[in-house]
Structures are given as C-alpha cells and as structure tokens.
C-alpha cells in the first residue's frame, strides 16, 4: 500500500508540475489569502481523485469530459472577466470592499477557487493518470497519494504566489490574473472545440481572447481617465500588496 502511495503522489505532482491547474494555484494565490486557496485545492482534490478512483477501478469508464471541458472553460473565462471588472470599478466599490466582512469574502473566495479546480480537474490528464492507476492498484492508497500529491504541487504554486506577491500592488496583480483566466479558459475551449489545432497551436490561438480584453480594458479606462495599473517606481501608490491585505 505504501509504495501505490508513493507512486500515485510522485505520478500527480509531477503530473501537475507546470499544468494550467498549478498556475490557476499561483494565480488565486495571488488574489486571495494563501489558507483560503489552500483549502479550496484540498477539497477539490478530495473530490476529483474520489470520483477518479471510483470511475477507474469499479466502473472502468470515462466520464463526459466533453461537457465538462465546456462548464470549465465558462467558468474559466467568467472568473477572468468579474476580475477585470474590478479594476474599472471606483473608488466607491473599493470602499465597500474594504468595509464587507472578511468571513464573506473568504467564504466567496473558497467557493471561487473550489468550483474552478473542481471543473478544470475533472477530464484532465491528471484525473486521467489516477483512473489509469486505480485501474491496477488498490483504490484507497491511489486516492490518498493522488490527493497528496494534488495538494502539495499546489502548495508548492501558492507559495510561489504569496512571494511574488509581495512585491507586486494589488491591481495588477488583479490585471494579470483576470487575463491568465481568459486565456485558461479560451485554452480549455479550443481543445473541445478545434482538437485539430494541437496542444500548441490552440496555446497561441487562446492568447487573441486575453490580447482583446486587454484592448477593450485600456480604451474603457482611458475613457474614463484612469491609466492601467503598472508596476510602482516607488512607495508612494496607494495599491496594496498581498502581505498588507493579510496581515
């Protein structure tokens, strides 16, 4: 049971070394606190590898990874956009932001980041690689070491996402995040929808979608007199980085 453990958690980490759902991992770390995201990746992979294991070993089906590519890619591409949508919002909403109490907020951020993991995991190839394993080894120590696994290539993003967050102001943090989130999402759309492109060819096409939103994002602020944000020179902006909104 030890070495299936073993096998399943070196399989999945490196498996999710370098996958969208790692980098989904640093992204949200960069948005919301790091126990937050943490906790919703853990759940997710619970579940997902849960429903992995049990397709794989007792049914030895797949399941409609077609449908469930498409529910991603929306919620992919709707998380983008509400992200971007806070950055044209005023200061009036910054303040009602600041005043919403912070169990709500954690609370939303939870059910973000678990609905997101939770569908781009579902039909991907690291959900494949654990039906595969179940398929040959023993259900409960494929689950749990897939599990591990899962989570610490996620922790391992979140760390790298609260370091870097840091040193990088709130918004754009938000604005890079919103645009990784379109592309994900675009991605996963265009590996349903033209499997012909290939991996790297659909990886090129995705970036039209992030490419025009930044477009339509810098006229609408431009309209509205407010440059998009950019790395500081100094101390003085008024963003806040991840270790203030923490503390």
């Known amino acids: ?11 999945l980490f490196l498996a999710e070394l370098g996958d969208k759902s790692q980098l989904m991992a640093l992204t949200f770390a960069l948005r919301y606190r790091w126990w937050v995201v943490l906790s919703a990746i853990s759940v997710a992979s619970v579940l997902v590898n849960l429903i992995a294991v049990g397709v794989g070993h007792f049914l030895g089906a797949a399941l409609p990874t077609t449908v469930i590519s498409l529910f991603a890619a929306a919620t992919l591409i709707g998380v983008g956009l509400w992200t971007l949508r806070e950055i044209l919002s005023g200061a009036d909403d910054e303040a009602e932001a600041e005043t919403a109490p912070p169990q709500t907020k954690s609370r939303s951020a939870f059910l973000v980041v678990l609905s997101a993991f939770l569908l781009a995991e579902l039909g991907d190839r690291t959900m494949f690689a654990t039906m595969a394993l179940a398929t040959k080894n023993g259900w409960v120590a494929v689950w749990i070491g897939s599990v591990l696994g899962m989570v610490a290539a996620g922790g391992l993003a979140i760390l790298i996402g609260v370091t870097v967050g840091k040193h990088v102001p709130e918004r754009l943090i938000a604005l890079c995040s919103g645009l990784l989130f379109l592309y994900f ?27 025009i939103a930044g477009v339509v994002l810098m006229l609408l602020r431009r309209r509205a007199g407010t440059p998009i944000p950019a790395r500081p020179d100094s101390e003085d902006l008024p963003d806040r980085t991840i270790e203030e909104r923490t503390a």
């Open 185 to 211: 999402g675009a991605a996963t759309l265009l590996d349903v929808l033209a499997p012909g492109l290939g991996t790297l060819g659909a990886a090129a096409v995705a970036l039209v979608l992030p490419a």
């Open 1 to 11: 049971m030890i070495t299936t453990i073993l096998l399943s958690f070196g399989a």
